[in-house]
């Protein structure tokens, strides 16, 4: 038996039907293995030490494949054809090693770069080992992605609270963002004028020129300053006789674009379809799985994360033939087209995205197809067709135009058009652009040189510079492609985490960075300047390219990084946050304390004589307040310049507004017991009313709605069908909920408090009556204990897996398999336990169950642990603690800090788009 292992459960069923009885193929779905999400993962004392977990999502997955694996003669690892792919494949062949399911069993590694019988078959054909210059490559990039978040993050919290992480990619991406942002703020318009002259032919036909010359000098974009100027030109040249001085014309070629790379997928699609970048990658990530098209299951295109433009050979000919059937030989250049990669670092070696089969033409199989799928399949098969077409002619003629000013000066004016003489490639298609249209695309009327033409009108236009443009998505990519920072499989994850740290919003498609990125990013100019250096970056980027290149020691790369990054980190930790503040004041100055025009100090507080404004940091993030503090309690929120300060406000307590029905204040505060709102003041010995911020929800971006949203809980929802009482809606120590007669049932999120209608709620009760218990799924029942009786079993929990015997629950050991532990192991683990905590193991009632009570021989208090998590290429925070009575005086209970790593598709692989940039 042949056991092939891919990532996921639909190229598995796709290539399943392609392989005949002697293949069984399994899915590993995606990454089995990942560094844990806490301190010491990786050791830099130990050169560089990595300690790997698998997955609690993956242990039933990797039992399978053991079990599979023992019985089989060959096992084929054939994980996708890239970087990430291999580490795939290479955690694969390390797990099994390590359960000694290896023996007599034949190991090859395959690749192929679509999901085709063709394809499959031949890569079979060619089996080989794992690339070890491109798993290290992959081992430095996690390593190093681990050592940036799990490094830098902490120091942000603690210099800087209410950053959220910084990461290698991400913090550099956001840089780009805030640095545009500043040259938008700090740019200053200036006038400008054109003049338009709109003439006519012998034959009356219209077309207009703009004013080019004076006196043989080209015009330069500010010599018409003012509108003064420019009506004096006008009245100058107004009566005037027109003569075509010249006429040019110029037959040129526009060639088509090279087919796709993951990068220009992705803005293409931003710009044609209005996909985010995530949105495109999952979309295309079904198209290369496989989609089934009337019985049978094809995946569509080639593997999408790529920045090569090759198409191979074989693909070539065919598109050739669909091009010369479907649109004529003259639409066929002579000789296939040949296109090589423009971007910096382009590294991994597989064809572009094109189609699997190019005689599938979009509309052939859209009844297939959902409509988002049709559409990128659509756009991808004819950016890959049209790359092959001839090119389009195009005729451009320049006209020059003279006549003398009653000032006497020559002016020339210039019309210029160009005809389209033959389509080729843009018969079919047509790259986007940012930019504005072409104004040299219009026709111009017949005309010949001497010929005196008829002014119409002559028309001055004001114009007024205009600041660069903020970042799409799509050009932030293109930006990041040029500079070499980053790799094809990171952006959309790089995207995705910015906006979900709350360091840029989207607005009107464009990226604006939020106060608290510009802050991130002002802090990591100061003190890290160096890792946030678009130049910086993209050589650690050139270098981890030549690792898998086998040029250069991945170690050796790492040691040469921490070497100098834990010294700059070493040297901001005697810092005070009063520094860190200043220093931040001088970078962001133009922004918190914009200039009044009046030569007044912009700092100078509103409130008192002599204090100065300065960014402050407290419990609900960064705002500015006066140096004069608690004497002047003047403050006003970051990024709210023009509006008065809030009397009374500390860094404790910010009014959001007033309540519009009793005209009370709304304030926002910390108490012991976290974040909460209030409404009004305390009167005649009676408390407010108040409401805790929900688990989960930052206090920094909670707003005047959201707290009387808060305020009104606990809701009614509708009265129960079946009892007539009500269903209320709420938030309580165990999250939101809703509650019928007593009865509790969980919702998903806080914000579905405010939705959850009577139907949801209904359901959602019954259900929890036949829920199980809290507590952890039982992965093993390993029988009863040898001398306490009562049952033992192996058990997964939100902090991993652990044995459990009556009240007791003992951790397994790192990298500990939870299928394998025995009676002996669980015995010994649960002794210890036992001891360590000071409960007495239960014995078992008669009956054979365990006692259902133990004794506590002493209370041990146990510090909250504090835990990272990675997301796109950064460490963010989560802590679990100690339930904690909230505000208003219930108690929270706290949440698991560990973070599954990345989500599913709908065919059930982990999707790889919001994984850990490290992990692409």
Not at 656 to 666: A, K, M, Q
Not at 844 to 849: E, Q, Y
Request: hydrophobic residues 35%; glycine residues 8%; charged residues 30%.
């Amino acid at each position: 038996m042949n056991i092939v292992i891919v990532e996921s459960a639909a190229k598995a069923k796709t290539i399943n039907k392609y392989l005949g009885r002697d293949y069984k193929v399994l899915a590993s779905y995606g990454h089995v293995s990942d560094l844990p999400a806490k301190d010491g993962s990786v050791e830099p004392e130990k050169d560089f030490e990595m300690h790997w977990r698998v997955s609690p999502d993956s242990t039933k997955v990797i039992r399978e494949i053991v079990n599979e694996v023992k019985k089989a003669d060959r096992l084929i690892l054939a994980t996708d054809p890239d970087r990430e792919g291999e580490a795939i494949s290479w955690h694969l062949l390390r797990i099994l090693e390590e359960k000694k399911a290896l023996k007599g069993v034949k190991v090859q590694r395959v690749a192929f770069n679509a999901v085709t019988k063709d394809a499959v078959r031949q890569a079979l054909e060619q089996p080989r080992d794992i690339d070890s210059p491109l798993v290290e490559a992959y081992l430095a990039r996690r390593a190093l992605d681990y050592l940036v978040g799990f490094t830098l993050s902490p120091v942000l919290w603690r210099k800087l609270p209410g950053a959220r992480s910084a990461g290698r990619v991400q913090s550099v991406a956001l840089r780009l963002v805030c640095d545009r942002e500043l040259e938008i703020e700090s740019f200053k318009s200036q006038e400008y004028w054109t003049i338009n002259a709109r003439l006519a032919n012998a034959t009356g036909e219209d077309f207009t020129a703009k004013l080019q010359a004076r006196d043989g000098k080209k015009l330069g974009k500010f010599d018409i300053p003012n509108e003064e100027a420019a009506k004096a030109i006008r009245d100058a040249v107004t009566g005037g006789s027109f003569k075509v001085l010249s006429i040019e014309r110029k037959s040129t070629k526009r060639n088509p674009a090279p087919p796709f790379t993951t990068s220009t997928l992705q803005q293409e699609a931003s710009r044609k379809l209005r996909y985010s970048p995530r949105q495109t990658m999952q979309i295309a990530q079904k198209l290369y799985e496989g989609v089934d098209l009337g019985g049978e299951t094809v995946g569509l295109i080639t593997y999408m994360r790529t920045d090569g433009v090759q198409i191979a050979p074989e693909a070539l000919s065919q598109c050739r033939d669909v091009i010369g059937g479907d649109f004529g030989r003259k639409y066929l250049p002579d000789s296939p087209r040949h296109y090589k990669t423009k971007a910096k670092n382009a590294q991994e070696a597989h064809e572009a995205v094109r189609p699997t089969d190019y005689r599938r033409a979009p509309d052939d199989i859209k009844r297939y197809l959902k409509d988002d799928e049709y559409k990128l399949y659509k756009l991808i098969w004819q950016r890959a067709v049209a790359s092959q077409m001839a090119s389009a002619e195009v005729d451009r003629t320049t006209v020059d135009i003279d006549t003398d000013g009653k000032d006497g000066t020559r002016y020339t004016f210039r019309a210029t058009g160009q005809v389209i003489t033959f389509d080729g490639f843009l018969k079919l298609y047509e790259e986007g652009r940012d930019d504005a249209a072409d104004e040299d695309s219009a026709r111009l009327p017949p005309l010949m040189e001497n010929e005196t033409v008829k002014a119409k009108a002559i028309e001055p236009r004001q114009h007024f510079t205009e600041p660069p443009p903020r970042f799409t998505e799509a050009t932030l990519i293109k930006k990041l492609e040029e500079l070499g920072i980053g790799r094809p499989s990171t952006y959309a994850s790089t995207m995705n985490v910015l906006r979900e740290r709350d360091y840029v919003r989207l607005e009107k498609n464009r990226l604006v960075p939020e106060d608290r990125g510009r802050l991130v990013t002002a802090f990591l100019e100061s003190f890290f300047q160096r890792y946030v250096e678009y130049d910086f970056t993209a050589d650690l980027e050139e270098k981890l390219d030549r690792i898998s290149n086998g040029e250069l020691s991945w170690k050796q790369v790492l040691r040469d990084f921490w070497r100098e990054f834990i010294g700059a980190v070493d040297e901001i930790k005697h810092l005070r946050v009063s520094e860190v503040l200043e220093a931040l004041n001088e970078i962001l100055g133009p922004h918190i304390f914009p200039d009044p025009g009046d030569g007044t100090d912009p700092r100078k507080c509103p409130s008192c004589e002599d204090g100065r404004l300065s960014l402050k940091v407290g419990k609900f993030g960064a705002f500015i307040g006066c140096s004069n503090y608690p004497e002047c309690r003047y403050t006003r929120q970051l990024g709210r310049p023009g509006e008065d300060g809030e009397e009374g406000a500390t860094p404790d307590k910010i009014e959001l507004g007033h309540d519009p029905e009793t005209g009370e204040p709304v304030t926002l505060r910390s108490g012991r017991f976290g974040p909460y709102v209030q409404l009004g003041e305390a009167q005649n010995g009676e408390k407010p009313k108040r409401a805790s911020v929900p688990k989960g929800m930052d206090p920094a971006v909670v707003t005047l709605d959201m707290a009387l949203k808060l305020l009104s809980l606990p809701r009614e929802v509708g009265p129960h069908p079946e009892t007539g009482k009500l269903i209320m809606a709420g938030i309580g120590r165990y999250g939101p909920f809703v509650e019928h007669a007593g009865k509790y049932a969980n919702l998903e999120s806080a914000d579905e408090v405010f939705t959850v209608g009577l139907n949801r709620a209904v359901s959602l009760l019954a259900e929890a009556k036949t829920r199980r218990p809290r507590g952890g799924t039982v992965l093993k029942d390993l029988g009863e204990h040898p001398e306490l009786g009562g049952p033992i079993q192996v058990c997964d929990g939100r902090y991993g897996p652990y044995v459990k015997h009556g009240k007791i629950n003992a951790t397994l050991p790192k990298d500990t398999d939870p299928s394998e532990v025995s009676v002996e192991k669980a015995v010994e683990l649960i002794a210890a336990k036992a001891e360590k905590s000071g409960k007495k193991p239960a014995k078992a009632k008669s009956g054979g169950k365990s006692g259902s009570k133990t004794k506590t021989a002493a209370k041990t208090a146990k510090k909250p642990a504090t835990k990272t998590e990675s997301s796109g290429d950064d460490a963010a925070s989560k802590s679990k603690g100690k339930a904690a009575k909230s505000a208003n005086g219930a108690r929270t209970k706290p949440k698991s800090a560990s973070a599954k790593s990345g989500g599913k598709t709908s065919s059930g692989k982990k999707a790889r788009d919001s994984a850990p940039d490290s992990a692409r």
